[in-house]
């Protein structure tokens, strides 16, 4: 009982260190001798009615002048494209186009990247999920940590406000899941691909880079794109950054407990590794955090 106590602690302690050690998006100085760089926001949605919305009305207040927004409808059975079109009401920044048939040996969100990454234009690319909002500086101060840091590739975890019990108890646990063994210092500052983590929600990449490496062609298989995505940036020699981005974007996942479990058991196993052990760890580390909560707060 004290092994678990102690090793609760520590990956409490660690968790906090890595979260303050993580750059947080810089302020944007504009230099009025060079034109700012084209940044293509790029969208997968299937079925994503009820994030239309939101997500359209953020982009739409951003301040950042020189960007174009291309959206992938992946043969969607709603309204997820007569809500587009309601939205963006004729905006000429805005592309919509349709999602191909999925190829063989393809996931499904990795086949939708590819196809806006060949639609896009921009000297940097932005691959944002349909649930995502993004407060109006957010291309500028990306841009500018981007720049600042040498990253070819940055992402971060998305603030996750939370509508239900579970969604509160088990969303926080991506967050604990990565920082309890990965030094983010070390991350950011060395390019072993192991030490690599990201999140398919925020991917913010230039476009020379995302080519060099193959794109999401490269990890087209993969069900954890986003993380093979990071390491590959990193097998390649380019500089992969993990920022806080809590401040400028949040990610609104689940709307029910049922979304919430679903969510979680298709994807945990293949996000700790395919690893047993650390599956088991994490069994026993649920417990104890729903104790804390109920005990502490």
């Known amino acids: 009982m004290i092994y678990y106590i102690l090793l609760f602690i520590f990956m409490l302690l660690l968790t906090i260190v890595n979260i303050q050690a993580m750059p947080k998006l810089k302020r944007y100085e504009p230099d009025s001798k060079t034109p700012q760089p084209l940044i293509s926001i790029l969208i ?4 994503e009615e009820r994030n239309v919305k939101r997500i359209i009305s953020s982009i739409k207040g951003l301040t950042y002048s020189n960007l174009e927004c291309v959206i992938l409808d992946d043969q969607s059975t709603d309204q997820t494209r007569t809500q587009l079109l309601k939205e963006i009401h004729g905006d000429p920044r805005f592309t919509i186009i349709e999602g191909k048939e999925l190829r063989e040996g393809w996931v499904g969100k990795v086949h939708a990247c590819h196809q806006l990454s060949q ?15 993004l407060k109006e500086r957010t291309l500028e101060h990306t841009l500018a940590t981007a720049q600042a840091t040498k990253a070819a590739l940055l992402t971060g975890f998305p603030r996750f406000p939370v509508k239900t019990w579970l969604e509160a108890l088990v969303v926080p646990l991506q967050h604990v899941v990565v920082f309890s063994y990965l030094p983010v210092v070390v991350a950011n500052r060395n390019k072993m691909s192991k030490a690599s983590a990201a999140h398919g929600a925020f991917m913010f990449i230039k476009k020379e880079a995302y080519e060099a490496v193959g794109g999401h062609e490269a990890v087209k298989s993969s069900l954890v794109e986003d993380v093979h995505l990071a390491q590959l940036f990193k097998q390649k020699k380019h500089h992969v950054i993990l920022a806080n981005i809590t401040s400028h974007v949040s990610c609104y996942m689940y709307e029910t407990t049922e979304e919430v479990w679903n969510g979680f058991a298709k994807n945990i196993f293949v996000g700790l590794g395919r690893s047993a052990k650390a599956v088991w760890v994490l069994s026993v580390f649920l417990p104890v955090t729903m104790c804390c909560r109920f005990l502490f707060l």
């Open 44 to 47: 997968p949605m299937r079925n």
């Open 119 to 133: 639609s896009a234009n921009g000297d940097y690319l932005l691959f944002v999920d349909a649930d995502v909002e």
